[in-house]
């Protein structure tokens, strides 16, 4: 077992030069530890994926999907949304934080998908991040989940573990995202990304990383340089 003053080291590893090897074999434990790593937000088609997106933020999966299939029953399209109207909309997605300023940004991207995309979600990245409400993580989200495009949407828990196990160092996500897709395989990047989220979710979480629980220790940067020494 840690002692506590082991749990209460949380920062982020120093130094960063990932070998290919050690990568590898912690995607490989990761893969064994969530063989079920997908993206959480329950989704039929990419609108519906990009609008679960836009309400994820500050808000959990499970809210969201508590929250989406009575949404897109009674409103299936960008057209069928924008009929809800400011008021129908609020009322739809209200038990969701910042449900307001959510509203405003889905009419707003319906509108623009409807204006300048013939009614469909764009497929490219800068596409995406010039709808209201969509930042590059939706986008990167929507692009891997939806059109199966590589890419790596980096949330707090990809923020946060990626650095732990040293195989990124940076202070935005952009920077994570960049080095991330430097140091992992083209082909693993969105696998990878589920992956840190199911870890930093059960295992890696963000007070107490629980290391003695995580097979991950040889293969991790802050534990050899902040828990075994
Ligand atoms: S050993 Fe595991 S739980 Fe601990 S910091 Fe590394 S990845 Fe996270």
Redesign the pocket.
Known sequence: MLSPSQRAKVNPVTALQPKPAQVKTALQKLRVLYPDARCALHHHNPFQLLIATILSAQCTDKRVNMITPALFKQAPTPKRILALGTRGLEKAIASCGLYQSKAKNILATCEKILREHEGQVPKTLEALVKLPGVGRKTANVVLSNAFGVPALAVDTHVFR?SQ??GWAKGKTPEQIERQLMAHLPKKDWIEAHHLLIH?GRN??IARR???ER?P??RQ?R??SKE?SK
């Open positions: 573990v732990r196990l870890h295992l890696c990383p629980r290391c995580c991950l220790t991790c802050y534990f828990i």
